[in-house]
């Protein structure tokens, strides 16, 4: 069976309200946002898995230090910002 798309999803959902009768974008609209909320937790993987492995090579320690420090602050501050809105 092949993979549904979040389109595919999407209509899908949208067809089962439409097949109640009484169409209401609250259900659909939490869906919605399910999805997206799914799609940012996704993007703040591909940073923490991509940010890290990014790193120059041939730098000093104090260079590689000073890295990780920001590296790990825009984390921070992506993570935090994620949950806040």
């Not at 937790?41 to 000073?66: C, F, M, V, Y």
């Amino acid at each position: 069976m092949p993979e549904s798309t979040v389109e595919d999803m999407i209509y899908h959902r949208a067809d089962e309200e439409r097949a109640r009768g009484d169409l209401s974008f609250a259900p659909l609209y939490q869906f919605l946002s399910e999805i997206a909320h799914r799609a940012r937790a996704h993007e703040r993987q591909t940073i923490l898995d991509t940010l890290p492995q990014a790193r120059p090579a041939d730098k000093s320690q104090e260079w590689n230090d000073g890295y990780t420090a920001a590296v790990t602050a825009i984390i921070h501050t992506c993570l935090m910002r994620s949950f806040t809105g």
